[in-house]
């Protein structure tokens, strides 16, 4: 019986490291599909908009997001000593705090770009806002830096402490084990923190959106009936790229918050390899969804997916 549980956890747990490993290819496959095309399209073109400055950078920050997760999931495995895991701890923290940080601050920027440019009011200081669109996504990212920081410092302090805890205690087990008790709830709650300020701004333009939709569909009724004007569509398709990416980012903190109420899985590996799942699930699939949503980049992927069927047609 005991022969057969074993095999039956080995299993699950390279399923779960396929599942993980076919994400992390989904994932930079994407985003590197999208960063290329919009580099194609700047060297075309020889300017760059705002929001295409804002995928390639969201592309780019995701690449690095996904390759510091692969990072951070082997770490997790190692059983090393204090002075390699004192330092792979600050290392691999820092790096995917930073790509993180910033791949969801590009996101609700964009989500911020596409509500100043569809919605839709009469009062000053929204239009004022709404013809400087880009002074306001460069100061959202200025204030994401000063919160990026503050993030890394408390983080980085949270670490220290545990170290120095470890090393006064001189513990029989391993410090990844020791960690994992004492410290990590630490450091998830200070994630969730910071995490919630760009939630609560995407979701402000999310209903900001709706309200916008609303009072124009209330407009358009008293002189059009039963038709969609531009606008119209417009703000559907704006609602569903921000609808995406909160459903996405929810899934994503309720992971995290799912630790803190099962903290006692963080010392099993097949709940640390689901974790790892969910959160590549985000930054590899809400950039699939970007892809669909975006014109220029749902042709290029058209114009792909024809050149390899006529390839494998040929090569047949």
């Known amino acids: 019986m005991e022969d057969l549980l074993k095999r039956i956890f080995d299993t ?10 076919i994400e992390l290819i989904i994932g930079i496959i994407g985003n590197g599909f999208m960063a290329l ?28 997001l996904l390759g510091f997760v692969l990072i951070g999931s082997l770490i997790t495995f190692l059983d090393a000593d204090l002075v390699t895991i004192r330092t792979m701890a600050h290392f691999t923290s820092n790096l995917w705090t930073s790509a993180n940080h910033i791949s969801i601050w590009l996101a609700t ?20 806002l709404k013809w400087r669109v880009k002074k306001v996504v460069s100061v959202t990212l200025l204030v994401s830096l000063v919160l990026l ?9 949270g670490i220290n402490m545990c170290i120095n805890e470890y090393h006064q205690i001189n513990m029989s087990y391993s410090f990844v084990s020791y960690y994992h008790e004492n410290c990590q709830s630490f450091v998830l709650w200070l994630h969730i923190i910071f995490l919630s300020v760009p939630f609560i ?10 309200f916008s939709l609303w009072t124009h569909h209330k407009k358009m009724q008293q002189h059009v009936q039963g038709c969609r004007d531009a606008s119209t569509m ?14 996405l980012f929810s899934i994503f903190v ?34 699939y969804v970007l892809i669909l949503g975006d014109r220029n980049l749902r042709q290029a992927s058209i114009s792909v997916f024809l050149w390899l069927k006529c390839r494998s047609s040929y090569v047949e």
């Open 201 to 210: 701004l995407s979701l402000s333009t999310f209903l900001l959106l709706i």
């Open 234 to 247: 417009a703000h559907f398709k704006a609602l569903q790229t921000v609808i995406a990416f909160l459903l």
């Open 109 to 128: 920027c964009l989500s911020v770009f596409y509500f100043f440019k569809i919605a839709n009011f009469s009062n000053s200081p929204f239009l004022y």
């Open 37 to 64: 095309v919009q580099c194609m399209d700047w060297v075309k073109r020889k300017n760059i908009s705002l929001v295409n400055q804002i995928l390639t950078a969201l592309a780019t920050s995701r690449i690095f």
């Open 149 to 157: 920081f503050s993030n890394i410092l408390l983080v980085n302090l």
């Open 12 to 21: 699950f747990q390279s399923i779960l490291q396929i599942i993980l490993f």
């Open 254 to 287: 309720l992971s995290l918050l799912v630790q803190l109420w099962k903290h006692e899985l963080l010392k099993k590996h097949l709940f640390i390899l689901f974790c790892h799942i969910v959160y590549i699930a985000f930054p590899s699939f809400h950039t």
